[in-house]
Structures are given as structure tokens and as C-alpha cells.
């Protein structure tokens, strides 16, 4: 089973629900799919054995065959191909790679380069298999990163994927595929109003959700409330503590340490495998 752990912003709890669940199943891969900053493995503590580069296809014109008829350029919604009087200039940053340039091109002047523009790296805790990607600074393309991570899903074990804040690209390429997401929230109105985001991008996925409220009475009802409205199932709600806080912030996993949430994150499990066969 594919459980995507998810949030509408950052700073939700959302790594803090993936690992403990992680942790909590045993035998399991964990993906981190944040590839823009991917702080998982600050708390799994995973010791990283092997690594590989991704990169991504770049077009290069040939001077010889090219007329500097501006078509490519015209063609890229990107605006990675500008084409002046005796050059087609080309920006690799925004370039998508989709290949359309080289299709338009009327005088077969298009080649292709490869550019890296991050890495994954793979390792193992217990009986954790641990991925993790990394964009390199300065690059856009979060997305061709994030599909090489998920080209290592292991089916025959369950899988939970640390997914990107937010609802762009890179949110539904991590989640796509999953058979279950997790969205994590705060109880604030600015939790409920990137919740209602997520529960969006979600349901236009066509996903089995639900819910976990973690900094539980730090604000109001409202996010309760609205998963009742909207019969949506609240998994569990993580109190506001300051042990738990504590633990944080010695990137301690709360499950490792008070077999209470080691249960707890159990019994997520267990309710999600049941939702998920019904
Ligand atoms: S479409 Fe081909 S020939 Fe025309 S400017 Fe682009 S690379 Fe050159
Ligand atoms: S591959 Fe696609 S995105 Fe990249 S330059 Fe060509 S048309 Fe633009």
C-alpha cells in the first residue's frame, strides 16, 4: 500500500506524521519526495549507501542546419528559446523538456544534451528502505526529480511518501498513484484554508483521504468542524505538548520514545489498511 503524507503549507507536522508512521508499520520504504528541502531523514537518521544524479534533456541547435526561423521558439510556452538574427539562445532553467521544439523544427536542427540538476540517495534504518531526493540550488524542475524518486517505489512493501508542501506540480506527482493520503493540518484558520486546498487537489485525484490535526488546541474547532461537514475522517489529533515539541526539536521521533504514539500511529495504520479494502 502507497500512503501519501501531505500538507496545503509547510511547517504542518507533515515529516513528524510521516516518520512516525514509518516507524510506527516497521517494515516499509519511506520516500521523501520534498526534494526542495527534505528534512526526513534529520529524524530517521537513515545511513545513506549509494546515490545517483538525475538529470534532465536540454536542447542544443545546430548552427549549420538552423535558419533562425523562430518556430521553436514560438512553440515553447516555457520561453526557454529565445532566437535572435544569428543565435537560438537557450535557457536549460526553464526548459521542460518536452521535446516540442525538436517536433517544429523544419530544418532537424535540434540534438540533445543531458544536464544534471540533482540527485537521489538511498540507505537503510531497521527495517526502513530509505529514499530521498535533492534538487541542486538554483534549479526549478522539482517535478523530474520527484518522478525518478517515485520510478523506486517497491509495491510488494508499504510505501509512505513524504510529499512537498503546497498543491503545484510537484504535490500531485508525489501523491499520484498513492492509495491513500494522509493531509496534515493545524487547527487555525490558516490550517482550515489550505486544508480546503488540499482536500481539493485530492478529491480531483480521486484519492482516499483523511485527516490529522497536529498542535491540537492551539486555535479553534473550525477544522473539525469542517471534516465533520464534510465527512471527512479525523485520524488523530496530535496535542499541542511540550515534550512533544522537546522531542522535535532534537529530531527525536515521537514513536521511538513513548510507546503510547508508537500505538497510536499502529492504529492509523490499521484504520487506513481497512478503509483502503472497504
Ligand atoms: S525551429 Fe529549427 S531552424 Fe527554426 S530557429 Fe528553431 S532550431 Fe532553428
Ligand atoms: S524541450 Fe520543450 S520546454 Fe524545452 S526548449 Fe524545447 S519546447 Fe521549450
Known amino acids: 500500500m502507497i500512503i501519501s503524507v501531505a500538507s496545503g503549507k ?8 510521516a516518520t512516525n508512521l514509518a516507524l510506527s508499520i516497521g517494515k516499509a520504504q519511506f ?19 549509494e546515490h545517483e544524479d538525475v538529470s534532465v534533456s536540454i536542447p542544443e541547435m545546430d548552427k549549420e542546419k538552423c535558419d533562425y526561423c523562430g518556430k521553436c521558439s514560438e512553440f515553447c510556452v516555457y520561453n526557454a528559446l529565445a532566437v535572435v538574427p544569428s543565435d537560438v539562445l537557450v535557457f536549460p532553467e526553464l526548459c521542460h523538456s518536452c521535446g516540442g521544439c525538436e517536433l517544429v523544427c523544419p530544418k532537424d536542427a535540434v540534438s540533445w544534451n543531458e544536464r544534471i540538476i540533482g540527485r537521489l540517495e538511498h540507505g537503510q534504518v531497521e527495517d526502513i528502505d530509505f529514499y530521498h531526493g535533492l534538487l541542486n540550488v538554483g534549479e526549478m524542475q522539482a517535478v523530474p526529480v520527484i518522478k525518478a524518486l517515485k520510478r523506486k517505489v517497491d509495491k510488494s512493501k508499504n510505501v509512505i511518501i513524504d510529499v512537498p508542501p503546497g498543491t503545484s506540480c510537484p504535490v500531485i506527482e508525489s501523491i499520484s498513484g498513492s492509495d ?32 490529522i490535526i497536529n498542535r491540537d488546541g492551539i486555535g479553534d474547532r473550525k477544522v473539525e468542524r469542517y471534516c465533520k461537514n464534510e465527512n471527512i475522517p479525523v485520524l ?13 526539536s532534537k529530531g527525536i521521533i515521537l514513536a521511538s520514545e513513548v510507546y503510547e504514539w508508537h500505538e497510536m500511529f499502529g492504529l492509523v495504520f490499521n484504520r487506513i489498511q481497512e478503509e483502503v479494502k472497504a
Not at 32 to 48: G, R, T
Open 236 to 248: 488523530l489529533k496530535i496535542p499541542e505538548r511540550r515534550k512533544i515539541a522537546h522531542l522535535y
Open 10 to 17: 509547510g511547517g504542518t507536522g507533515k515529516t513528524t506524521v
Open 180 to 211: 491513500y493520503c494522509i493531509l496534515v493540518t493545524e487547527p487555525t484558520p490558516f490550517g482550515l484554508h489550505d486544508l480546503k486546498l488540499a482536500v481539493e487537489v485530492t478529491r480531483h485525484l480521486n484519492i482516499p483521504f483523511g485527516v
Open 31 to 49: 520516500i521523501d519526495c520534498d526534494v526542495e528541502e527534505p528534512n526526513a531523514n534529520i529524524f530517521l537518521k537513515a545511513k545513506i549507501k
